[in-house]
């Protein structure tokens, strides 16, 4: 099956054809002042508007009306469902790596950059020091960094995304004193955790390879709208 972001997301319902998010770069201004001192100008929050532009995904499929009328079968209900179906894909898809043109833009088109020299609007990585694949002497070192490197603000609501393949390797993993670094969900219909964050597995993902980008941690509720 295929998850789709939208679980983990920010999901707002709109009734126009964009939807405008402000964001701001730098905090609020504020200072410590006794009852009697001036309180003096703080500094303004750096603010961006982005437009989300709306798309339409929509189906036609067509039915003879002796089809629709054969009792034995529920074409209708039986139609109804693999639209759903193909609706849920097509949007987990584009969620991940939609192009943007009538369509959403996934979060993996944006621009990545090393962590190191990441800026605002790009997405940085974490490279493992090896090409296609994960050091094979300290492998979970990759993983460990890639949580770090993120915000401590965002790591509270942060969930990893990845493909089940990805996650056969990375379920393998143990930290120096030989713990895995993965765990099944306690309950049914729990998601399995990674260092603590929980894991959503999305086919569309790319496998590990040579410049993918296989593994995705972040807060997605804050920075996918």
Do not use: C
Not at 57 to 66: G, M, V
Not at 93 to 113: E, N, R, Y
């Amino acid at each position: 099956s295929t998850a789709s972001l939208r679980s983990v997301a920010n999901v707002v319902n709109v009734e126009a054809t964009s939807y405008d998010v402000l964001i701001d770069h730098t905090d609020v201004g504020a200072g410590w002042a006794d009852e009697t001192s001036a309180t003096v100008e703080s500094g303004t929050p750096s603010i961006d508007r982005i437009t989300i532009p709306l798309h339409e995904l929509s189906a036609l499929p067509k039915a003879s009306q002796r089809l629709l009328d054969d009792s034995a079968f529920d074409i209708e209900g039986w139609l109804a469902g693999r639209i759903a179906d193909k609706f849920s894909r097509a949007e987990a898809a584009a969620f991940i790596s939609g192009d943007g043109v009538d369509k959403p833009k996934g979060f993996l088109t944006h621009t990545a950059v090393d962590d190191a020299s990441w800026t605002w609007s790009n997405l940085g990585y974490i490279a493992t020091g090896v090409d296609g694949d994960f050091n094979g002497v300290t492998p979970a070192d990759s993983i460990i960094d890639l949580v770090y490197a993120l915000g401590a603000q965002y790591r509270a609501g942060a969930t990893f995304v990845m493909n089940s393949k990805t996650a056969g390797a990375v379920r393998k993993m143990k930290d120096a004193d030989g713990r895995f670094l993965w765990s099944d969900g306690l309950a049914a219909g729990e998601p399995a955790r990674l260092m603590g964050y929980p894991v959503l597995i999305a086919e569309d993902m790319p496998d590990i390879g040579s410049g993918a980008t296989a593994i995705a941690f972040g807060d997605f509720g804050a920075g996918y709208t």
